[in-house]
């Protein structure tokens, strides 16, 4: 039976994690804390794995089972879902300029230029 919005609300923590299944590999971790994690359970080059979706309430129901499909379909085409958002993070970060590599040689340039304004003031 597929999950209601209401069992996740009212599911409660209890001494050891337990998973409630929705359908296709979905499913809300809740923890003994009471923290509720959703999660997708897949296989991948016949090893089981699981992709966090996000946290509960953060991340509702319907938006958990959007982000479902869009993993399930990089499944289907051939990719894990866990690789493809890793090399979307670095993607990422390599077009906002936040490699190591920038970030060092914008604080050389300040370096610099701050040697070059204290020779001017003397």
Known sequence: M????????QAQPAEKPYKLYDSQGLYLLVN?????????KYRWQGKEKALSL?????????????QLALARVTVKSGQDPAEARKQARRQQVIEIGATFEAVAWEWYENRLAGASDSHRSR
Do not use: D
């Open 2 to 9: 597929a999950l209601t919005a209401v069992t996740c609300r």
């Open 32 to 40: 003994p804390s009471g923290t509720k994690y959703w999660r997708y």
């Open 54 to 66: 996000g946290v509960y309430p953060q991340v509702t129901l319907s938006e958990a089972r959007n």
